[in-house]
């Protein structure tokens, strides 16, 4: 299975910048951290960046196109984020999600998600 811990979040004021890592151990071959996901205070769970397993392709949430930058370099994860508004502070977890067909394991685990414990992110104006 696999671990994820994120780290780099902290205040910033609006038009800052902020770097998040997430580094992952365990079988980060066959269940690699493919996404970063938010969640503000009373609102749902958002996704807001993914990046394939081999790297080539990002895709954004609307919000953050054009000022977030998700890549991956060997097992840690990480998302840049520039100009940065109140309207990004929340809690920011990296996703892990089994590759289907890798690995061996039951196939109950090929549903599963892996979480880190979230690293929060605060913009003052």
């Known amino acids: 299975q696999v671990h994820l811990k994120e780290s780099g979040g902290g205040m910033v004021q609006a038009g800052g910048s902020l770097r998040l890592s997430c580094a992952a151990s365990?079988?980060?071959?066959?269940?690699?951290?493919k996404a970063w996901y938010r969640q503000a205070p009373g609102k749902e769970r958002e996704l807001v960046a993914t990046i394939t397993s081999g790297g080539s392709t990002t895709n954004y949430a609307d919000s953050v196109k054009g000022r977030f930058t998700i890549s991956r370099e060997k097992h840690i994860l990480y998302l840049q984020m520039d100009k940065l508004n109140p309207e990004d502070t929340a809690l920011y977890y990296c996703?892990?999600?089994?590759?289907?067909?890798?690995?061996?394991?039951?196939?109950?685990?090929?549903?599963?998600?892996?979480w880190g414990q979230g690293t929060q992110v605060t913009v003052s104006s």
């Open positions: 365990g079988d980060t071959i066959c269940i690699p951290a």
């Open positions: 996703n892990a999600h089994p590759e289907r067909g890798c690995g061996g394991y039951p196939e109950w685990l090929y549903e599963k998600d892996y």
